[in-house]
C-alpha cells in the first residue's frame, strides 16, 4: 500500500540533504506519495512557533515523517529575533523535534552507530611501535526521548510553589539564601512505564539482530533515582532474555572506555540527555555527524532524521559540500520501519561500495575544514555524492 510521507526539510542544510535522499529512495523503487510541511526557525521567527499546528496536523493524519536539520538558539537570540509584531506576546521558543517527540510520544530514539569499511575517518588505535588496528564498531543507542532532562520542567526564578515544594527536599538546604530570581531549575523526569518501554524493545532489537549484550549507560551512584530505576527495571527485563548479557557503566566512565574497546558494546540503552551523548559520541568513531542516522518511534507515529544540525554557515554554499549520508541512512531506518527491508539494504549495500571505493569523498571524508575551497582539495559536492550512490544500487 502506498504511503504518504511527510517531509520536513527544516533549517540550513537539512533543505539540502533531504531532497538527496529522496532521490536515492526514488532510485531503489520506492514509490510513494511526500506531502512538505513547516518546521523550524523561519516560523519560529515569523510565527512565533516552531512547530505549527498545520505540520502537527500532517503528521496525525499521515503517520510517517522525514525530517532535515532544526536550528536551536539559546533563549536571548530566540527573542531577539522574533518578528517586532510578536515580542510582547510572551512566546517561547521550544525545540520543534523534541516538541514532536512528546506530542507524538515518540519515546524511543533509535540511532545506529556502525562503521562501513574503508571510512577514512574510522576510529583506530595503536596496538604497538607501528602497528594499528581499526574495530568494527556496531553499537546502536536505545536513547529515551520524551522525559529526563529534556522534559522541558523548568525555571528561572520559580514560583513561589515550585520552590517551596523543592524545599521540601533537604539537600535544597544548601540552596536557601539564594534568591529566587538568581536560581534556575531543570527536572529529571523518568517514568516507570516508559523506562520499561525503552528497556524492553532494546532487549528485543538484541534478539532480533543478534547483539550479545544490551548496556544501561546512566550514573545511579549519584542519581540515585532516576538512573536507579533505570537499573533497576533493566535488571527485572533482562531475566526474559537469558542469551543476552546485561551489563552497567556510568556515562563518564562509558566516554573514558569509549576509544579503548568500543566493538564490545551492542546495544546501549540511556536517559534522554545521556543518551544524547552517548550516541554523538559513538558516531564520533564511524565517521561523525555525516554518517549518523536515527529514528524517533512511538506507538503509532515515526520521524526519522540525521543527529547533525543545520549547519548554517554551509546553506548558502554552491555548490553544497555536506555529506548527505546521514540524511539517506535515516531514510533507510524509515524504509525498515514501514517494512521496505530490501530497499534499505540495497541503499545501505551501495553506500558502504561508495565508502570502499574511496573514489568519490566529502569534504568531512577528507578531513577538510569546510569551505568552498575544498573541491581544490578533491572534495565532491552533495550530489556527486548522491549520484555516486545511485550509480551502485
Known sequence: MTKTIVAMPGDGIGKTVLPEAIKVLDAAGFNTDYVYADIGWDFWCKEGNALPQRTIDLIKKHKIGLFGAITSKPKDAAEKELDPSLKSKGLQYFSPIVGLRQHFDLDLCVRPCKSFKGNPLNFIRKVSNEKFEEPVVDTVIFRQGTEGLYSGVEWTNPPKVVRDAFETHPKMKTFKNVASEDLAISTRIVTRKVTQRLIREAFEYAKKYGYKNVTVCEKPNVLRETSGMMWSEAKIIAKDYPGIDLWDTNIDAQMMWLTKNPEIYGVIVAENMFGDIISDAFAGLVGGLGFACSANIGKEYAVFEPTHGSAPKYQELNPSI??????????????????????????????????????????????????PDVFNHGACTTQQMTDEIISKL
Open 322 to 371: 555536506v555529506n548527505p549520508i546521514a540524511m539517506i541512512l535515516s531514510a533507510c531506518m524509515m524504509l525498515d520501519y514501514i517494512g521496505e527491508t530490501e530497499k534499505a539494504k540495497k541503499i545501505r549495500t551501495a553506500i558502504a561500495n561508495v565508502v570502499e571505493e574511496g573514489e568519490v569523498k566529502t569534504y568531512d571524508m577528507l578531513k577538510l575544514k569546510g569551505g
